[in-house]
């Protein structure tokens, strides 16, 4: 064979083994070699359309690769499905920011269709951009069924879905306060808000000389508004509750009823709320318990109403923030100024804070009861078709009974936290981009028809198909103008790549439920959970039976990566400095579920070299037998050290293959294992042996064999992690040959020797002497081996001579008396390294001499200072423990020394 480069470079091999893969067809289930029957699927969360792929999206890569080539190798149906998400808020905000910068222009002057259109180009591109760095992580993915959120498919899906939930009463339109963006202009979701320390004025006054309960706030201006001052109906102000006071605030007259609420909490600030419904959830809620009348005081775009009267109406929030307090100094109402720290909540994408207004928007209600529509398919368990059903109890349900799994399992704390406190969810957003709300109104005004398909007309229209008239009176219609929230299409995603509505589609009859979702920890409620929701309403089945979430990728400092501290990682110039199979283990190993990962640039070029390490055992193997042929079965072993390597590879794949395998999904453990392996146990003692059992022509043969089954084994049990650089090295073994459907190697029976491993113990023993004492590394020592079991180690001493740099080795059954020589014990085994002639005598015991007595007398001071009982009384209980820690480690250190010494004299 023609003889491998001394160095793997990755990008001369790259490019060409991922096209070949992805021409092979392999990676579409359908076209996979052999008889497959059990399936694994795993749906790819779309990354948005909006640019590039970061490193936090390599790590999410790189598992879920891992994950599905492991799977594919071990003969299952293997289907790993692509796409993206239209990402509907950040993809509009990045054109409209894009237009801005080079046209000075803004989506009204284009008009909705034009802006749209410009939005396509740019997702089209971005989509192009992400597919490349897809397939340059090395990614085994089914481009054949690639998928995007807002395609014709996943429209149809969302349509049925609407129009199903409306059936069902699950999804209604009301007035109610909503999380609204001024700058965006559009509904956020409670989960998609951004809280920011920031730091605000507590103000505390009475809203008149006339209203003895005073109020505090930090946000005067909201203050127009306010319907009530809620108390606790035991607490200090309890004999107001009832009461009510008219009195003219800053400009606005305000009619305020005293109520009692036990959710008000006695001990914070006066122990009175000022009760603003039209600006707060919590005061909202309030008021609807408490049947208060709601005045919008501030806009869409931030600005005071003229509901807010004189003083104020037409002015920015901050401005009549300041108005207000004036005004309160001005007629002695201000009791008081406190400087506070809050969180102060803000828009994901554009940074706005957001205004709480009362608006009408379309909601899902997760609390109302509907006949719960279970699946023949893949039932899930404890729940009857046709039981009554809530979509928050199929949300505790799925996790509770163990039917959806999340890993790690402490998140299922943090998943139930937030079911538990779970309000209707707000689902129409005011963008261009996105969904449109499949809803049609009447704009006919019923004219020509009858009195009762008049007050139809009144309903809206809800249809999976485009509407052109009304269905009642046969007049105009007009589409609701809002789109839906980007994460209502996200969560039908695991069902809609396959197939769904088509509930006879085979992907759909085939691959669902998905077996895994693999995703950051940061988007479990985001998307997780609503992916939960949305297929066991649609569909009466999970949509996986786990959910991996994985950490943060944080610097090396352990900083969170961003433009102001210039510390992102692109994963792109990784590759090219370091190479994909390094790149993809610096973000596996070392990476365990739940837990951020720092990633120094360090790390990944120490992964270059072990790829490196691996190519190099590799060619050494294939560079020192006679010829390179598939070994698929292993080799019956000749010497101890076959033994032992055999069985240690057995014990290492058993481990592997239960940790690859779901529920564990082990990865980083998996590949620390073979890393362990292939580098000390088969590169650092095995292939040492190697080297001298190819010289004996009665075990050059079976030798031979033994290195090409472990190395190519190894090759097989590394492809998940490293595709590129297995993958190249097995075709000099099967130059056609892919690795990617290449069969997981059998369960090995052979058992480790026990043999070798005494080899292993003592050889280690003479290398740790030989330090000790300073035996210059080419200068050759007598050692002595004392046992019972000479004629053991005189059948070894070949394979310890290989190993260990000795002169000559003795083996004997008795200890002879003598001096200068170094002694450990192992078991009924003692190793004596001589040293007369390997070194200076005479120096060395002066060396040792002098560093014992330093530690001699570090441990006098230590005792004297521990003996002192008043510092021991004084110092706190961790500094004592601390010194004593430090006394034990100096003894240690001395007992060293003058066992060393005792060995020389």
């Known amino acids: 064979m023609p003889e491998l ?245 800053a400009g606005a007259s305000l009619h305020l009823r005293v109520i009692g609420d036990e959710q008000i909490d006695e001990t914070f600030g006066t122990g009175a709320l000022g009760v603003t419904p039209a600006h707060s959830m919590v005061d909202a809620e309030m008021a609807q318990r408490h049947m208060l009348p709601m005045v919008q005081v501030i806009d869409e775009h931030a600005q005071m109403t003229d509901a807010a009267g004189e003083l104020v109406r037409g002015m920015s929030v901050q401005d009549a923030r300041e108005h207000i307090v004036a005004w309160l100094k001005e007629n002695d ?280 390490k691996l190519w190099n055992i590799t060619r050494f193997v294939f560079m020192n037998v006679r010829e390179v042929v598939r070994v698929d079965v292993s080799p019956k072993p000749v010497t101890a050290a076959d033994r032992w390597i055999l069985g240690r590879l057995a014990a290492v794949h058993a481990s592997v293959t239960a940790k690859l395998e779901e529920p564990v999904f082990a990865l980083s453990q998996a590949g620390e294992e073979l890393r362990d392996f292939t580098w000390s146990d088969f590169a650092d003692w095995y292939i040492e042996v190697a080297k001298g059992q190819l010289k004996d022509e009665h075990q050059m043969s079976s030798t031979e064999q033994i290195l090409l089954y472990v190395s190519q084994t190894l090759l097989k049990l590394w492809h998940p992690f490293m595709p590129f650089v297995t993958q190249r090295l097995w075709q000099e073994v099967d130059e056609d040959g892919l690795l990617l459907v290449e069969a997981w190697p059998d369960a090995l029976e052979t058992k480790p020797d026990e043999a070798f491993s005494r080899v292993k113990d003592v050889v280690t023993m003479i290398r740790n002497l030989r330090a000790t004492y300073r035996v210059p590394e080419r200068t050759a020592v007598p050692v002595t081996l004392i046992s019972a079991q000479c004629d053991f180690w005189k059948d070894m001493e070949p394979m310890i001579r290989t190993l260990v740099l000795v002169e000559s080795l003795s083996v004997c059954d008795v200890a002879e008396s003598g001096a200068q020589y170094a002694v450990a014990s192992l078991g009924d085994t003692e190793v004596r390294v001589h040293l007369a002639g390997a070194i200076d005598v005479k120096a060395e015991i002066a060396r040792l001499m002098s560093a014992w007595q330093d530690v001699e007398d570090y441990v006098k001071q230590q005792e004297k200072k521990l003996k002192n009982k008043a510092f021991v009384k004084a110092a706190p209980v961790e500094v004592v423990d601390g010194e004593r820690r430090k006394l034990d480690e100096a003894c240690a250190k001395r007992d060293a020394y003058r066992a060393q010494l005792d060995a020389l004299t």
């Open 5 to 249: 480069p001394k160095a793997y470079v990755a990008e001369e091999y790259e490019d060409a083994i991922a096209k070949t893969e992805r021409l092979s067809g392999f990676y579409n289930p359908d076209q996979l070699p052999g008889s497959r029957e059990k399936t694994f699927a795993v749906i790819l969360p779309p990354p948005n359309a909006t640019g590039t792929l970061h490193i936090g999206h390599a790590v999410m890569l790189a598992i879920q690769d891992v994950v599905v080539r492991f799977q594919r190798m071990r003969g299952k149906k293997s289907l790993w499905l692509p796409g993206t998400d239209h990402a509907a808020i950040a993809t509009q905000v990045k054109v409209e920011k894009l237009l801005a910068q080079e046209e000075h222009k803004t989506r009204h002057d284009l008009g909705r269709e034009a802006f749209l259109k410009r939005v396509d180009a740019f997702v089209e591109k971005s989509r192009a951009t992400i597919r490349h760095q897809i397939e340059k992580m090395g990614c085994s993915i089914d481009w054949s069924r690639e998928a995007f959120t807002l395609d014709e498919a996943r429209n149809l899906a969302v349509r049925t879905c609407f129009k199903r939930m409306y059936d069902d009463r699950l999804i209604y339109r009301g007035h109610r306060v909503i999380n609204w963006d001024p700058k965006g202009q559009t509904v956020i979701s409670d989960d998609e808000l951004v809280y920011e320390e920031r730091q605000a004025t507590l103000y505390t006054f009475h809203y008149g000389k006339d209203v003895p309960i005073p109020i505090a706030t930090t946000r005067p201006e909201t203050k127009v508004g306010d319907t009530a001052i809620a108390v606790h109906p035991k607490g200090r102000w309890k004999k107001y509750i009832g009461r009510e006071y008219d009195v003219e605030f």
């Open 333 to 612: 109402l201000m009791l008081g100024e406190q400087e506070i720290t809050q969180n102060v909540s803000t828009a994901e994408r554009t940074g706005e804070v957001i205004e709480p207004l009362p608006k009408l928007q379309w909601f899902i209600d997760v609390n109302k009861e509907f006949a719960f529509s279970q699946s023949k398919h893949a039932p899930i368990r404890g729940l009857k078709n046709g039981k009554k059903v809530t979509l928050k109890r199929l949300l505790q349900h799925t996790v509770k009974s163990g039917q959806v799994g999340i890993i790690p399992d402490r998140f299922e704390a943090t998943y139930f936290h937030w079911i538990d406190h779970l309000r209707d969810w707000c689902i129409s957003r005011q963008l261009w981009y996105g969904h449109r709300i499949p809803v049609w109104y009447c704009v006919a005004c019923g004219k020509g028809a009858s009195e009762e398909a008049m007050k139809r007309c009144k309903e809206p229209i809800v249809s999976t198909e485009n509407v052109t008239s009304c269905p009642h009176c046969g007049g105009a219609v007009k589409q609701d103008p809002d789109t839906l929230d980007t994460w209502f299409s996200a969560g039908l995603w695991t069902f809609s790549t396959l197939g769904w509505p088509d509930e006879s589609a085979l992907d759909l009859q085939t691959y669902h439920p998905t077996a895994l979702l693999e995703t950051g920890r940061d988007i479990l409620f985001f998307w997780v959970a609503r992916m939960i929701l949305m297929s066991t309403y649609c569909l009466g089945e999970v949509p996986f039976r786990y959910a991996y979430l994985h950490g943060l990728v944080r610097d090396g400092q352990g900083r969170k990566m961003s433009k102001s501290l210039d510390n992102i990682i692109d994963p792109l110039d990784m590759i090219k400095a370091y190479g994909t199979d390094a790149v993809r283990l610096s973000l596996v190993i070392g990476s365990t579920p739940g837990n951020d990962l720092n990633l120094p640039k360090e790390r990944i070029a120490g992964f270059r070299n072990f790829t490196n």
